[in-house]
């Protein structure tokens, strides 16, 4: 698993890179100023929800007495990671467009 979190990390500062780079002239549209006013709070509730799959997996005893619910949890982890990753990097698309205007 921390594998692939490496591996998410340097794929989005690829993109992040790769994103600023090719943006330089673009304008932001009303619509993405719309989704950029909106996503720190869908970075703040999906962080907050990796909290509480991070609170239910350090259970002493879930993965030997519960070993599905261990399991969904786990899964639920991994796609909050890779969610909160997207929303990181279109924040930072977002961002350097209206910086740029």
């Known amino acids: 698993m921390q594998f692939n979190q490496k591996n998410n990390k340097k794929k ?4 992040i890179n790769h994103l600023i ?5 673009a304008v932001i549209t009303f619509a993405q100023l719309d989704r950029l006013s909106k ?11 990796i909290t509480k799959l991070e609170e239910f997996l350090s259970q002493e005893n879930l993965f030997t007495e519960h070993p599905e619910k261990f399991q969904k949890a ?27 205007r």
């Open 21 to 25: 780079t090719s943006k330089k002239n």
């Open 74 to 100: 786990t899964d639920g982890l991994i796609e909050r990671h890779e969610i909160l990753s997207n929303l990181e990097t279109e924040w930072i698309e977002l961002e350097s467009l209206n910086q740029e």
């Open 39 to 49: 996503l720190p709070s869908l970075i703040e509730r999906t962080e907050t929800e």
């Open 12 to 15: 989005s500062q690829k993109n």
